[in-house]
Every structure is written in C-alpha cells, then in structure tokens.
Nanobody, 114 residues
Framework: QVQLVESGGGLVQPGGSLRLSCATS????????MSWYRRPPGKERELVAS????????NYADSVKGRFTISRDNVKRTVSLQMNNLKPEDTAVYYC???????WGQGTQVTVSS
C-alpha cells in the first residue's frame, strides 16, 4: 500500500523560504519518477515540479522556475521541494506523488502572507 506523508508547510512572509519533505513507503521508490503538485484555494490541483527516478532530470512549472528546487534521496525514500522567494500566489496545499500511482497523501499547507 502506497503511503505518502508530506511535511514542512507553514505560514511565511512574501520573499521567505520553506522546505517541504515527503516520506514514502509501499512501492519501489528508486524506480519511480516523483512529482510535487499543489492545489491553490478554489482551484484545481496543478503540477509544480517533477524529478526522474535517478534524480538526473527535473522539470518545473513556469510559475516556479528559478525559485523552487526538487530533489530526492533514494536511500531515505524521500522527495523534497525547496521553495525560495515565495509569493502569495504560491499559497496552496502541496502534495507529492509517484508516477504511475493514483495515491495521494494528506498534503501540507503553505500560506504566503504578510
């Protein structure tokens, strides 16, 4: 059974930083690409960033390029999202997800506000 536990969210001022983490179990972590998604208030869930199974390739939504960095640790089975220069429009619930699975975790709330 796939389990995904996101953490690291919180309230931060514009321009601030947060680092999200996702602990995983129940699948072969090192064989799957991983992604971070977010659901802004009142909007659909959207893809934020993806990383290949070995970590050598990453992709980002245009809205976060240059500010967010996705990384993974295949020994610890974790995927992280470093978020810098946060903006109010980054406010959302953030989720991690392995490619090829429909499972979602509970997410972690990020609120960017002064």
């Amino acid at each position: 059974q796939v389990q995904l536990v996101e953490s690291g969210g919180g309230l931060v001022q514009p321009g601030g930083s947060l680092r999200l983490s996702c602990a995983t179990s129940g699948f072969t972590f090192g064989s799957n690409a991983m992604s971070w998604y977010r659901r802004p208030p009142g909007k659909e869930r959207e893809l934020v960033a993806s990383i290949s199974s070995a970590g050598g390739s990453t992709n980002y939504a245009d809205s976060v390029k240059g500010r967010f960095t996705i990384s993974r640790d295949n020994v610890k089975r974790t995927v992280s999202l470093q978020m810098n220069n946060l903006k109010p429009e980054d406010t959302a619930v953030y989720y991690c997800k392995p490619e090829g699975f429909r499972s979602w975790g509970q997410g972690t709330q990020v609120t960017v506000s002064s």
